[in-house]
């Protein structure tokens, strides 16, 4: 009996040090997240008025506000997602349907995405400059910021995409099958949407790192703060904004309110993406 | 070795199929990679009646029941040899419509497999993807959830996911969705395994229900259930890892007086 108490007394100071272990832990992590924010918004906040969000870049920053900037970042983040979108999910759709025949062809592809998704951003950033700028003559341009990018996010989006697929429950190919259905109306009208949480995280994670991208832009989509007057035109993207506001004296004020928007954009955009892939692609299936 | 399981076997060879010969299925083999799951199978299913097969697990009556449809070719690593021959036609010939096929011969899966959609939905998807007029829809979904007996219990929520059903009520609305093709046999794979007594027993009086105007080829390993319900019966047994057909006949016949020594005591519960 007495045995037994004790060990049960043992159990229960284990418990508690895993309990108090997780939740250090946790309120650590969830610790820093609010002291970068509380920073950001501290400093940032009170940068940011109607103005700011709609006036010309002044001196390279210092002053005026960020518009031009805005329209760069979101011309750059549309020519991104309107190439890897669909290169994306139809790569992704081959490497996880098609490949059942051909498994070494979808594994080489596989190791290939994932040393790819590894490489440092400035790498894509001067291979981007070399092929995108000067080979195909685009030169700094935001048609150049926008293909640099989609290379970078493409790596992610296609192996979330296709772990998302790859979820998809198997009984239901063989269940389409067996009804005579064929290989596509399974996959756009079971498989893509049973699938669009995996899609919907690919395009997060996609459109995310592509916001927060400074060093693949820096040589490829440049500097210019004017407004853009077409995609061949030089525009500067936000985070990169950032990141030249920090190195002029006396930038920090407009780089903490920049810093302010993007993290808000980023947010949107999200919430944005998410619903969009729920409702729409999602739609037509029931999780339960 | 093939020589040897065929003595083994002991498995009947029927003469070539005539025309009007409803399936036949001859010197069937089905292997997955080196591994010989079937082998040598020959056997008559006759129109309107309901087939059982019977035998211990592992025997190939699932991978029998996919050559039937070709969705063996779905299976990686999966080979079939030999013939099968659906009301005239050879199966596994070049330029059989795939798709037609499997519209003639339904599936009823082990575990229901309904689409994460609506009840609704997966009566139209099929019905849908075969050409069925926008119009017709509703008209035929209705048809086949009262053919199943399912029409009362759910006509008031067609719009609810298909997952909220019930066991019975989900293998109940699968073999619905496999009836809206009007498909001439019905395979059914141990539909029953995964329910209680209850749903059991509304299935069997459904195949009952459905005997004479569909074909049905049904996997059991329930023996009272095919002696309830089965007109005929093929026995699957194991030989060397690989599994083949010992027996097959008249219901009636092969419980009251097995020839094999295998049956017999299959049927008596002593063995598989
Ligand atoms: N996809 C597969 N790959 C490899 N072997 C398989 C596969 N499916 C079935 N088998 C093998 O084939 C044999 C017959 O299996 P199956 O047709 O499922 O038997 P049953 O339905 O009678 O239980 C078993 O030995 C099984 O291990
Ligand atoms: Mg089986």
């Not at chain 2, 009272?224 to 890892?241: G, K, P, S």
Request: hydrophobic content about 45%.
């Amino acid at each position: 009996m007495s045995r037994s108490t004790s060990r049960g007394a043992r159990a229960k100071v284990a418990d508690g040090l895993v309990q108090a272990l997780v939740w250090g832990t946790a309120g650590t992590v969830s610790a820093v997240f609010l002291c970068l924010v509380g920073d950001l918004l501290w400093h940032g906040l009170a940068g940011i008025d109607l103005d700011f969000l709609t006036q010309g870049v002044e001196r390279t920053g210092r002053a005026g506000g960020i518009f031009p900037i805005l329209v760069s970042t979101f011309l750059i983040l549309a020519v991104c997602l309107a190439v890897s979108i669909p290169i994306g999910l139809l790569t992704a759709i081959l490497l996880s349907e098609f490949s059942r025949r051909n498994p070494t062809l979808s594994r080489l592809v596989g190791a290939s995405l994932d040393v790819l998704a590894g490489v440092p951003s400035i790498v894509f950033g001067l291979f981007g400059n070399a092929f995108f700028c000067i080979a195909l003559g685009m030169g700094f341009s935001i048609l150049s910021g926008g293909l640099t990018l989609s290379c970078m996010v493409l790596p992610i989006f296609i192996r979330s995409v296709e772990l998302g697929l790859r979820a998809v429950p198997s009984d239901y190919r063989l269940a389409g099958a067996a009804l005579g259905m064929s290989h596509t109306s399974m996959l756009l009208k079971i498989l893509l949407p049973a699938g669009a949480p995996g899609i919907a995280a690919g395009l997060m994670l996609g459109v995310g790192r592509a916001l927060a991208e400074t060093a693949a832009l820096m040589f490829t989509s440049g500097y210019a703060d004017r407004m853009p007057s077409s995609l061949m035109d030089s525009g500067r993207a936000l985070s990169l904004h950032i990141y030249d506001l920090t190195q002029v004296t006396g930038g920090r004020p407009n780089a903490y309110a920049s810093g302010v928007v993007l993290v808000a954009l980023l947010l949107v955009i999200n919430l944005l993406a998410s619903w969009t892939v729920e409702h729409i692609v999602g739609g037509r299936v029931q999780r339960v | 070795m093939s020589d040897c399981c065929f003595e083994a076997c002991q498995s009947q060879r029927l003469p070539d199929p005539e025309d009007e010969t409803f399936l036949a299925v001859r010197n069937l083999s089905v292997h997955y990679g080196a591994k010989v799951a079937l082998e040598s199978v020959d056997i008559d299913i006759q129109r309107g009646r309901v087939t059982a097969l019977i035998g211990p697990s592992g025997c190939g009556k699932t991978s029998f029941l996919f050559t039937l449809n070709r969705l063996s070719d779905l299976i990686p690593g999966c080979g079939v040899g030999g013939r099968v021959r659906f009301e005239g036609t050879e199966i596994y010939s070049d330029g059989v419509d795939i798709g037609l096929l499997r519209a003639n011969i339904g599936m009823v899966f082990q575990k229901p497999n309904l689409f994460p959609v609506s009840i609704r939905k997966n009566l139209y998807l099929p019905l849908r993807e075969h050409g069925c007029p926008v119009n017709q829809l509703d008209r035929r979904s209705e048809e086949v959830l009262r053919e199943v007996g399912l029409w009362s219990e759910v006509s008031d929520r067609l719009d609810a996911s298909a997952h909220s059903l019930s066991g019975g009520q989900q293998q109940r609305l699968c073999i619905a969705r496999a009836l809206t093709l009007r498909p001439k046999l019905l395979l059914m794979d141990e539909p029953c395994s995964s329910l209680d007594p209850m749903a059991t027993d509304v299935i069997e009086r459904l195949i009952l229900k459905m005997r004479g105007e569909y074909s049905i080829v049904i996997v059991t390993h329930n023996l009272a259930q095919a002696q309830r319900i089965a007109d005929d019966v093929a026995v699957f047994w194991c030989h060397d890892e690989s599994g083949c057909v010992i027996e097959s006949g008249h219901a009636e016949a092969v419980f009251r007086a097995p020839k094999q020594p295998d049956t017999v005591a299959y049927l008596a519960g002593q063995r598989g």
